[in-house]
């Protein structure tokens, strides 16, 4: 059967919904398959065989050659006696596979809606597929999309494929405020295969969402110079970032920061103006517990004990509030990015209990 024409379409489709022209030549093909077993005999095993350079489609059945026919179990290949078998070619034996052509014009119209009405479903079912596909490598990634709708429980999001998702309002930062055509990023949780389009979860508020971007906008994180050791996150108010950088000529703070501040102020503005602490990471833990309370002075980093992961640190008087934060954030969050618990104490109270004696500040 030649069809010109039918190959033209094809590549249409291919083109217009991004699939692989090869995908649909197989798709097409176990259509034709099974629409044609339902005008052959029962049982009867088809190949199709697909030319797409000289717009050729061959269909044969398929016997393998018994001695004598037994019950065929579904899945295998309908079979053919050898007796049967010689009358077609003498040279046939137990074994060999008896391929004949199957003339495309015994098809009736009943086959030919029923192979129309496969292929679109399977069609369908390999755009859903492909799609999953194409989601799934972005599970755990961010993306960006863009606002198609919005009302006060969530927002929907086109984010490409001919696929849209819902953002719901709890997965929004506290200034968040989208209107209908904004391109926002947002962080793939997860992607789950449905009977319909694939289910993608996504989120503003999930801390790898700062990660991601972080590495978007700073080189030297997305190659592995800068890492990132550890990050808290009160999403929408405050995120505190440990990081170290693996090659001793390379600044971690200066790169993450960028000339003028330009890089950071990125991300800030990406996530609508949440504040963004970065200390160094140490692998002294006495400096590397002094860095997580910044802005606040430390004074001094006493017992730091390995074992349970915990260390008391003194702090200046009037730095006592600023180490700790409003409601405790502040600490809370270093406590969160370094690892470390951390109970505090200011300097003149320390020298009451004698904790400081023999220190010379």
């Known amino acids: 059967m030649v ?31 099974t629409s044609a077993k339902k005008v052959c005999p029962p049982n009867t095993s088809i190949r199709v065989a697909i030319n797409s350079d000289k717009n050729e489609i061959l ?27 010689k009358k077609v070619k003498p040279s046939y034996k137990v074994g060999d596979i008896v391929e004949q052509p199957l003339n495309t014009k015994d098809f009736g119209r009943q086959a030919a809606r029923s192979a129309k009405s496969t292929f679109a479903s399977d069609l369908k079912a390999l755009e859903r597929r492909k799609s999953y596909e194409f989601f799934k490598k972005f599970e755990d990634e961010m993306i960006t999309a863009q606002v198609i709708e919005k009302n006060d429980k969530f927002i929907t999001l086109n984010i490409g494929q001919q696929t849209t998702t819902l953002l719901p309002s709890a997965e929004l930062l506290p200034n968040d405020d989208f209107n209908v055509g904004d391109k926002i990023r947002v962080y793939v949780k997860k992607v789950e295969q449905t009977t319909k389009d694939p289910k993608v979860f996504v ?22 110079t800068i890492e990132i050791k550890g990050i808290a996150r009160d ?17 971690a703070l200066g790169s993450c920061v960028g000339e003028g501040g330009n890089r950071i102020r990125e991300v800030v503005s990406a996530l609508n103006g949440e504040k963004i602490d970065l200390y160094k990471w140490s692998e002294n833990v006495e400096e590397m517990i002094a860095n997580s309370l910044q802005p606040a002075h430390v004074t001094k980093v006493l ?7 915990t260390s008391l640190v003194v702090v200046p008087d009037d730095q006592l509030s600023l180490a700790i934060g409003k409601s405790g954030q502040n600490v809370r969050l270093a406590v969160q990015s370094c690892g470390w618990k951390i109970d505090i104490k200011p300097t003149s109270q320390a020298y009451r209990e004698g904790l400081l004696e023999g220190f010379l500040f």
Do not use: W
């Open 3 to 33: 069809n010109k024409e039918f190959f033209k379409q094809l590549e249409e489709i291919s083109k217009e919904k991004g699939l692989e022209y090869e995908d649909l030549l197989e798709v097409f093909g176990k259509a034709l398959a």
């Open 59 to 85: 269909m044969f059945t398929q016997h393998i050659v018994v001695e004598q026919l037994t019950e065929v179990v579904e899945g295998e290949m309908s079979q053919m006696t050898l007796e049967e078998a």
């Open 203 to 224: 989120s503003r508020i999930e801390r790898n969402l700062v990660t991601r971007l972080l590495e978007s906008y700073i080189p030297e994180i997305k190659d592995g």
């Open 235 to 251: 999403a929408g108010d405050r995120c505190k970032i440990a990081i170290f950088s693996n090659d001793p000529k390379v600044d």
């Open 303 to 309: 017992s730091v004990d390995p074992k349970t992961k």
